[in-house]
């Protein structure tokens, strides 16, 4: 039981909770309510079965990444974290360099038969998602920006896929109905809005964690961005970006409020914005890794309050 419930903390199986639950509300909530009716009687097509196929290949691919970071991160985390420690504590550096690879080549073979039904630029995608997350734990972590870069555009993939998945008719677009041309532009949409949302908020967590993760970075040479630039030019990294964010955020409701959405405006400045500008507030006023490890937190329930706001598209459409 200690190495089954030490697995799935080594695999930050919330994590990997949130996102299929990404995938599977932007499938369901906007997506399917999207297509017209006709698109499911062309063989061109993200189905249900293959849906859930993909969502398995995203979380494997995660996971295997999960486990690969922390097989590199042993001495880092000796000095920040060594209670929550799995890897050498609890599950051999042999076996977690197993299981990675086990779990990266059935992800891997997962998104090679749905890139085959639909679209091959989701398996090419996946194979350079799976390649970046072992050359961010060995390399770029370590680098200033580029692996919080990579985890940022990684994040924002997990719903990118999706448009990929679903528009497998680009390549013969003069032959596809208006209809279908239609939706896919308006699935384009959300998929760019929320996989921005995802890219910008994921940016400034891995900055909020580097942070407080200084003191193990520090010592085995790690080049972060509070390391090479200082804490206080670290939290006007995080402060502007911030608010790009909330300023984005007021700026699509404006448009929503026009279309009558009112509940959906309401929900995101109450549960998405007015948090953010909270979030804002407590970086500048935070001093030590325990403030930094509260607002990383609260950033993962600003995700999860964004992510949420999708039901309320199926709401109104």
């Not at 890219?199 to 964690?209: A, D, G, N, T, Y």
């Amino acid at each position: 039981m200690k190495l089954f419930s030490a697995f799935f903390r080594l695999i930050r199986w919330p994590n990997l909770v949130f996102i299929a639950l990404t995938q599977l509300l932007f499938f369901y909530c906007i997506i399917v309510p999207a297509l017209p009716g006709n698109y499911y009687l062309l063989n061109q097509k993200l189905t249900p079965g293959l849906f859930y196929l993909l969502v398995t290949a995203s979380v494997l691919i995660a996971a295997a990444g999960y486990i690969i970071n922390d097989y590199f991160d042993i001495n880092i985390d000796l000095v920040n974290k060594p209670t929550k420690m799995v890897v050498h504590k609890i599950i051999n550096r042999r076996w977690a360099i197993v299981l990675h690879l086990v779990i990266t080549t059935v992800g891997l073979a997962i998104s090679g038969y749905v890139g085959l039904k639909t679209n091959l630029v989701i398996i090419l995608a996946n194979i350079v998602c799976a390649l970046l997350l072992w050359v961010y734990s060995t390399t770029f972590k370590k680098k200033l920006l580029t692996g919080n870069l990579i985890i940022s555009g990684l994040t924002a993939w997990t719903v990118l896929v999706l448009y990929f998945a679903t528009n497998t008719m680009f390549p013969v677009a003069g032959n596809v109905p208006s209809a279908i041309t239609s939706a896919m532009h308006r699935v384009y949409k959300f998929a760019a809005l929320y996989a921005g949302f995802a890219f910008i908020i994921s940016l400034v967590r891995e900055v909020v964690k580097d942070i407080e993760d200084m003191e193990g970075d520090a010592r085995y040479n790690c080049k972060t961005m509070p390391i090479v630039w200082g804490v206080p030019a670290a939290k006007v990294f995080v402060g502007v970006w911030l608010v790009v964010l909330i300023g984005t955020l007021i700026i699509v409701q404006f448009y929503v409020l026009q279309i009558g959405w009112w509940l959906s405006a309401l929900y995101v400045l109450l549960l998405v914005i007015l948090p953010l500008c909270w979030i804002l507030k407590k970086v500048y006023q935070a001093q030590v890794t325990a403030d930094y490890h509260h607002i990383s937190t609260m950033i993962k329930l600003v995700m999860l309050t964004g992510i949420c706001s999708i039901i309320l598209i199926k709401i109104y459409t």
